[in-house]
């Protein structure tokens, strides 16, 4: 049984939920809530953005989605609906900012990341909010190049540049960690 957007959804509950049947809309919201507050989360990393963005992937779900011609999954659907909303979201805060950042880092460590996930989280949390967006949309989410000049209006060689260099800063901020342990250790 696949879980977040790999869940499917029947041809029956999707006829009913075309119909504005609120039972299959509320199983809908409680199926795949999650993995878009996880992903809305990855991207703007603030808890209160991510919360309003799944918000208002739902409430256009409840208006578009009759239109869902279903030629692919709809978690597919909802996925790219997500990634969407928080690239607007990057685009309406051009210097957006994680006040919360504990509270999302208790998040991440909660299902299990441990110490790890945290530290990776740390590093991803000191890139500039774009690249941070590309990077987990690419390497985490699976987007290509193309789709991701799409979303964010710009050529495929944007986000590929965007992505080489989130990756060298990254990189570059792994090893001073590094070199700060291996100090510490010789100390």
Not at 12 to 29: I, N, T
Not at 83 to 93: E, F, Y
Not at 100 to 124: K, P, R
Not at 154 to 163: R, V
């Amino acid at each position: 049984m696949s879980s977040g957007f790999g869940q499917e959804l029947d041809a029956v509950s999707l006829a009913r939920a075309r119909r504005g049947d609120r039972a299959v809309l509320e199983a809908l919201y409680a199926r795949y809530s999650r993995a878009c507050y996880t992903l809305a989360m990855r991207v703007l990393g603030e808890r209160a953005a991510a919360e309003d963005v799944v918000q208002d992937v739902f409430v256009r779900v409840l208006s578009t989605i009759r239109d869902f011609r279903a030629d692919a999954p709809f978690g597919a659907w909802l996925k790219r609906m997500t990634a969407n909303a928080t690239i607007d979201v990057l685009r309406r805060n051009r210097r957006f900012t994680d006040e919360d950042f504990e509270s999302v880092l208790a998040t991440m460590t909660d299902g299990g990341g441990g110490e790890s996930a945290a530290d990776a989280w740390l590093l991803l949390r000191r890139l500039p909010a774009r690249a941070r967006a590309v990077l987990v949309l690419h390497e985490l989410e699976g987007y290509t190049h193309r789709e991701l000049a799409q979303m964010f209006g710009q050529s495929e060689s944007y986000s590929k540049s965007i992505l080489a260099r989130a990756l060298k800063r990254l990189d570059g901020m792994m090893n001073e960690a590094g070199d700060r342990a291996e100090t510490n250790d010789a100390v």
